[in-house]
């Protein structure tokens, strides 16, 4: 599935989601009478965008430092060849909780989550020994809340 094979509603609840669930008995219900829709359409769009692959993933965001986790932006510099091999190599570890490809000498970019903040440098080994590169590990040193919204 493609952003070309997006509908109006779709995008409309893509768009609409992107800002959150409302705090409600019923969030699904509520959002679905916000777009004119049933809740169970909103469902079947929602698991129909994530079965599709619009949507990679539906859920909670949480601040996981705070919940005594760690967390970590990270990098590699992976041969166009190799690019494919590396990404379902580095994406099949439950700690990556985004991967991008950039256009950079380091052309893989990934957010590492963790249960605990020791644990984001045995992740790294774990990725480096599978993928056989380095991983370039850059914690952040200060925090900027910048909210993303992404239109479709």
Known sequence: MTLDDLDVVDRRLINRLQDGLPLVERPYVAVAEELDITEGDLLYRLERLREGGVLSR?????????????????????????????????????????????????????VLATETPEAIDAAIADIESATGLPVYNMPKEEEFHVRLHLPV
């Not at 190799?82 to 379902?88: L, N």
Request: proline fraction near 6%; charge should be negative; charged fraction near 25%.
């Open 58 to 110: 539906f859920g909670p965001m949480y601040h996981a430092e705070r919940l005594g986790g760690g967390l970590t932006l990270a990098a590699l510099a992976v041969p166009e060849v190799d690019f494919d091999r590396v990404t379902e190599t580095v994406n099949a570890f439950p700690e990556v909780a985004h991967n991008y490809r950039r256009e950079h000498e380091l052309n893989m970019w990934f």
